[in-house]
């Protein structure tokens, strides 16, 4: 989970009204997923959570809808749609009896988890065996995990995903906030070097005040590495999701409108619902303490189109990123265009748009045409259908 660093307003929860007949349809295109805030009590103090914006964090920790009431809102509003359920928090296993209910409830749907990893080895194997993908929330190395998370966590993670790796049915997949300058090439490598348990890797920029030209430049040397290794084979991937799915998006534009609807790669425009343990649906996890956002409700079965949408103050039509990025986070596009935060966009948003924009730039010093002319047939299917894309943002 991302910071937010400015709280805009206390956390305060309202009923809404369903939308009115002929608005804009909820979910664009043919997937839905399904966030599922199992409880938002966590076990961990991360110094950046984002849900400690609004005070979030920790408000609510009982469902209080039934798996009945859940059945029924998926059959009004999602039916026919390819629905995968991701279980999120605070730390969803937590709540284990919801998590395991759901995966009885609907056999047919597709399930990842976004975790700390601290309780991953207290899920039965049956469990383990049914998810997608695992995301599991690393911050690099582990000087740099354990300062934002605490003292020992790092190797306690990583000895439980030594022991659940052989019972996980799907990937596992290095969740990265990229909040410190110091992150080094290395230690990122080394979570996808041949003894790590990780699939993959992929890392999101914190949305904190933490980039200062220093920042950036540092930043900017350890992408300059990353895409040199990228780009150093041709028989495997690489398999560093950011910059996968900005090379399939460059070679390969059809793919993201496809997969997206030529809508924004950041989930929360098009077909991502968190559902919070009351029953409420926001379109982003790190928005819910706002009471604007929301966009419907399990209990009282109705849903209406994200708010969340991209609008004429928002420049990223006119940028030389836009063909490849389709955009990128919404919140942060949100607070510092729409809502015309000048702080928050000159130190957190411009900053982070110029850091994508240097990753296309060296990506195509690269030459990346040719280089998927050399590579495998292997290689190639991975780059262009790697089925993480759906459940991460391609874009950091």
């Known amino acids: 989970m991302i910071a937010s660093p400015l709280p805009l307003a206390p956390v305060h929860f309202h009923d809404s009204c369903p939308p009115k007949a002929g608005a804009e349809p909820p979910i664009v295109g043919a997937r839905a997923e399904l966030q599922l805030l199992t409880t938002l009590k966590c076990n961990l103090k991360c ?7 609004g005070e979030v964090l920790g408000s609510q920790t009982e469902i209080q809808y039934d798996i009945e009431q859940l059945a029924a809102f998926v059959d009004a509003h999602l ?23 759901a995966m009885r409830r609907f056999p047919s749907f597709r399930f990842q988890l976004q975790t700390n990893g601290t309780l991953l080895d207290d899920m039965p194997a049956w469990a383990l065996a049914r998810l997608s993908n695992v995301l599991v929330s690393i911050d690099g190395g582990e000087a ?25 049915g799907g990937t596992l997949t290095a969740r990265v906030t990229w909040g ?59 398999p560093l999701i950011p910059l996968m799915g900005i090379v399939r998006n460059k070679l390969f534009p059809d793919r993201a409108q496809e997969l997206y609807a030529g809508r924004t790669q950041c989930r929360v425009s098009t077909h991502l619902l968190n559902v919070m343990p009351s029953g409420e649906i926001y379109p982003c996890p790190d928005m819910m303490y706002l009471p604007q956002m929301k966009m419907g409700d399990v209990k009282g079965n109705w849903l209406r189109a994200s708010p969340l949408q991209a609008t004429p103050a928002m420049p990223c039509p006119g940028c030389e990123a836009y063909s490849w990025c389709r955009g990128n986070c ?47 047939l292997a290689a190639r299917k991975q780059l262009r259908d790697c089925e993480v894309y759906e459940y991460v943002e391609i874009m950091p």
């Open 180 to 238: 410190n300058p110091d992150t080094s090439f290395e230690e990122l490598d080394q979570l996808l070097a041949e003894d790590s348990p990780f699939d993959y890797l992929y890392w999101q920029f914190v949305a904190d005040e933490m980039y200062g030209q220093a920042s950036l430049d540092q930043r900017k040397a350890v992408l300059r590495q990353l895409i040199a290794r990228f780009f150093a084979a041709t028989d495997r991937l690489y």
């Open 330 to 376: 919404m919140k942060n596009l949100y607070l510092g265009y729409e809502k015309n935060d000048a702080r928050y966009r000159q130190n957190v948003v411009e900053p982070i748009c110029e850091l994508l924009c240097f990753i296309g730039q060296e990506i195509d010093r690269h030459g990346p045409q040719a280089w998927f002319e050399r590579a495998s």
């Open 144 to 168: 740099i995990t354990d300062g934002y998370r605490g003292r020992g966590i790092y190797r306690q993670v990583m000895r439980n995903l030594a022991k659940v790796r052989p019972l996980l």
């Open 79 to 101: 039916a026919g749609k390819d629905v995968y359920i991701t279980f999120y928090g605070g730390e969803p296993t937590l709540n284990q009896p919801l998590m395991l209910e």
């Open 47 to 53: 110094t950046y959570c984002s849900l400690g914006v």
